[in-house]
């Protein structure tokens, strides 16, 4: 289907753990992004991507790490998780115009526990 | 850098009453504004936005947007709510490479 999917939906996962949330789009686009959605924080960017091998960090970065080896994946790891890390997150992607970028399309989130 | 400020996180409003959504933003370039909205355990829909041309920008639902160069501000209005319009907006900018979100607005309708 077309559109942009993220696995799992759900995922309780114990703290120290290294978990990776999977993000796919069919769009081809070149923009990809993370965000974490906190209560009182809204939607806080942790990392993105311009296009495959090309990632830089957001407003939140530490303690996740990416990858774009395709333009369509973009994986994001916490590679010791902390309670803290308890969120939901949600994956984009986007085109850009000559000049910035537009409007972003959402997957459905992966709302992750860490206990 | 961009920063967004919407500057309410919760308004409530009687039902067919109007409503307005403040959001401001800065940034160091010129950008693209976009409202979004979140049903109730749901993703994030684009509601509307602006690249360029009409500074007011209108959604298929009612909604309107009015970019304010000058006060940098977008702010989101509707002449009469429903109880369906209950959801959490989001105001966002997009700069040259990244899409930042304001902390978001929850609306909620009363009866």
């Known amino acids: 289907d077309a559109g942009i999917t993220q696995s799992p939906r759900y995922k309780i996962t114990e703290t120290g753990r290294q978990v990776t949330l999977m993000c796919h789009q069919t769009w081809s686009h070149s923009y990809m992004f993370w965000y974490r959605q906190d209560l009182g924080h809204g939607l806080r960017l942790i990392y993105y991507?311009?296009?495959?091998?090309?990632?830089d960090k957001g407003e939140v970065p530490d303690g996740y790490v990416v990858s774009r080896s395709k333009t369509e994946n973009f994986p994001l790891t916490l590679e010791s998780a902390t309670r803290s890390q308890t969120s939901v997150y949600f994956c984009a992607s986007s085109e850009s115009t000559f000049v910035r970028v537009t409007e972003a399309f959402f997957g459905q989130g992966t709302r992750l526990t860490v206990v | 850098a961009q920063s967004v400020t919407q500057l309410d996180s919760q308004v409530p409003v009687f039902e067919e009453a109007p409503v307005e959504l403040r959001c401001n933003y800065s940034s160091s370039v010129s950008v693209y504004l976009f409202w979004y909205v979140q049903y109730p355990n749901q993703g994030l829909q684009l509601l509307l936005k602006y690249l360029s041309g009409s500074t007011l920008v209108k959604s298929i639902n009612g909604f309107e947007a009015e970019f304010n160069k000058s006060q940098t501000s977008f702010h989101l209005r509707k002449p009469s709510v429903h109880i369906s319009d209950t959801a959490e907006y989001f105001c966002a900018v997009g700069g040259d490479d990244k899409i930042i979100f304001g902390k978001g607005t929850r609306l909620h309708i009363l009866p």
């Open positions: 991507s311009a296009a495959a091998d090309i990632t």
